[in-house]
């Protein structure tokens, strides 16, 4: 899969901006730097040129900086051309780069050849788009972490212990003693357990940083005028819906991303529920069951002043089996009621004001609550789902060793399959059609 033609995009953004950049990268780029720019270029120098056509023509004065292999960020020679950020300008450079012999590059294939140059691992070049799709700070942070080493770091420290084991089992198995217990002279359990208890630390870490990257879809349901516009424009912090004493006020779903604490996390107002000869409020009401069906927690709104009602139930029997949900009792400024948060077996009632933002902390608190996210961001890692899948199946095979320990050959066999899930993280060993997945959904440029 190594790639050793030259390939050339447009890395910013479309659209003006003051600053553009075409980037180019190949094995050898001193004859397109000399047609280009006119002249060779020191290394890592940014140096103000002329930057011409094929007819010498001026396309525009700019800045180029050539970076020698592997001294680069793929670890081929790369140059760099800043320009003024106007469309037309980037598409005559990166025109005269494939004049001079480039080929325009796939999604992602910067930093592929970085991956397959060996400058970053698979886990720091999956921290590069975390990065760049990153909608909260704290997300942005974690990914900075990841493309920085410190989920690979921690993945090559459980790597080494599990080797470290493996080459001890392996050579007892092929160099026996007489009357000596291969597994008990090397403390195998101990280190088992340990090995065992170090990937669960790293899988709980990965799942909240899932959480951070993720996020999660929260829907907010229930009957006409119980106040879900009101607490989506109380959450998102501005009026955002239409607020009405006019029951069926609400037609469609209207979707916001707030910041909770870090979590990305996509509140949709829905029309209110409730059987209706309405045309347009029926499409919005069958809109609702749609948003539902994709929802990751349900908030069921009610009217703290008359309660949970027959037709509440009735809502709440509909939602699919196993939705996360929480009750939000509204309106309690209408009441005698205070804010507070009930937990029993029914599950959890919030009771605030979405009006008067009364206990609106306490239903960030239970939101955090309903998906399990502890706070903080330091130590997390932006993992994604087929690095928990790996963690998972690899701390599966560490316990299942576990249970063989008067059989060498079957612990042997389990640290095997532990490395194996290890190395599927950092990319050692991974499938080319993984590899092209992963890829395809960098932007072009990248």
């Known amino acids: 899969m190594m790639r050793s033609d030259t390939i050339a995009a447009i890395a910013t953004a479309p659209g003006r901006a003051a600053i553009g950049i075409v980037r180019v990268s190949g094995p050898q780029l001193a004859a397109l730097v000399e047609a280009l720019v006119g002249r060779p270029l020191p290394a890592r120098r940014a140096v103000l040129c002329e930057l011409r056509d094929s007819a010498g023509e001026l396309i525009d004065e700019g800045v180029a900086i050539r970076f020698p292999a592997p001294h680069s960020y793929t670890g081929e020679e790369v140059l760099e051309l800043q320009a003024h950020g106007g469309p037309m300008v980037l598409r005559l450079l990166l025109k005269r780069c494939l004049e001079l012999g480039a080929r325009v590059a796939e999604a992602g294939e910067f930093t592929l050849r970085a991956f397959l140059n060996d400058k970053i691992d698979l886990a720091q070049a999956e921290g590069v788009i975390d990065l760049i799709d990153a909608t909260t700070e704290r997300a942005a942070r974690c990914a900075a972490r990841s493309l920085h080493g410190d989920f690979s770091f921690k993945i090559q420290n459980l790597n080494e212990m599990v080797v470290d084991l493996r080459i001890e089992v392996e050579a007892a198995l092929d160099f026996p003693e007489e009357d000596l217990d291969p597994i008990a002279s090397i403390d195998m359990d101990a280190r088992l357990r340990g090995v065992v208890g170090q990937i669960a630390s790293v899988l709980e870490a990965s799942r909240q940083g899932s959480l951070l990257r993720e996020g999660m879809d929260v829907v907010l349901v229930g009957q006409p005028n119980v106040g879900k516009s009101s607490l989506l424009n109380r959450l998102a912090g501005e009026d955002l ?206």
């Open 241 to 446: 819906a239409i607020v009405t004493d006019v029951p069926g006020t609400t037609r469609d779903a209207i979707r916001q991303l707030i910041d909770l604490d870090g979590i990305p996390v996509r509140i949709v107002d829905t029309a209110g529920l409730r059987t209706s000869a309405d045309a347009v409020e029926s499409i919005g009401i069958a809109r609702t069951w749609e948003a539902v069906s994709k929802a990751d927690l349900i908030l069921l709104l009610v009217d703290a002043r008359v309660g949970e009602s027959v037709d509440d139930r009735r809502i709440l029997d509909q939602l699919p089996k196993g939705l996360p949900r929480l009750c939000v009792m509204n309106k309690v400024d209408l009441t005698t009621a205070a804010p507070r948060i009930e937990r029993s077996d029914g599950g959890t009632r919030v009771w605030l004001s979405a009006k008067t933002g009364a206990g609106m902390e306490l239903l960030r608190s239970a939101l955090q609550d309903a998906v399990g996210w502890r706070g903080g961001a330091e130590g997390l890692y932006l993992a994604r789902e087929r690095h928990l899948q790996a963690l998972i199946a690899a701390q599966g095979h560490a316990e299942e060793a576990g249970r063989h320990l008067r059989q060498p050959e079957l612990v042997a066999e389990g640290l095997r399959l532990v490395q194996g899930q290890l190395a599927r993280i950092t990319g050692e060993f991974t499938a080319d059609d993984l590899l092209g997945e992963i890829f395809s959904r960098f932007c072009i440029g990248k």
